[in-house]
């Protein structure tokens, strides 16, 4: 899937999107899931490819209207920056909600903006998807300017689900 948002594209792999979509609360008692989403910066170009992802592990914390990832996500994800020869890092987050149609909640929203100051990446877009039970959205955040806003909203057919 790509988004084109003017002066660059964010290419998300498809493989990722499965990989959220069979993370979804399909049942009653299903918890939040979520992780980072990994990426590269293509060379000559400002655009962004999503290729991997970090699943729940171990750790993290999640009831059914609540995820917050561990700190071991940063290992992983700092093995993928090695592995790669420096080119995948942090691109954002990802998690899901219980609803068929996601809905960005004030505590999503605040998470994100501490991200934004927080995070150690060399990108100054951050890429934020909530994963519904039959959409699924993905927002924007502008590091310089401390803004986001939303930029898809999809449905799983969209992309093959293997």
Known sequence: MIIDIGNRKIKINNNILVEIYHSRQLNQRDCEAGGMLIGSIIRDSNDIIIEDLTMPIKGDINSRTRYVRSEK???LLEQKWIDSQYTKMYFGEWHTHPQDIPFVSLQDIRNWMNLMKESK???NLLVF???GNTVYKVWIGNRI???IHQIYEGDYSDFTIS
Do not use: F, G, Y
């Open 145 to 147: 300017k401390k803004s």
């Open 121 to 123: 990446t060399e990108t």
């Open 73 to 75: 996500h940063n290992k």
């Open 129 to 131: 998807l909530i994963a």
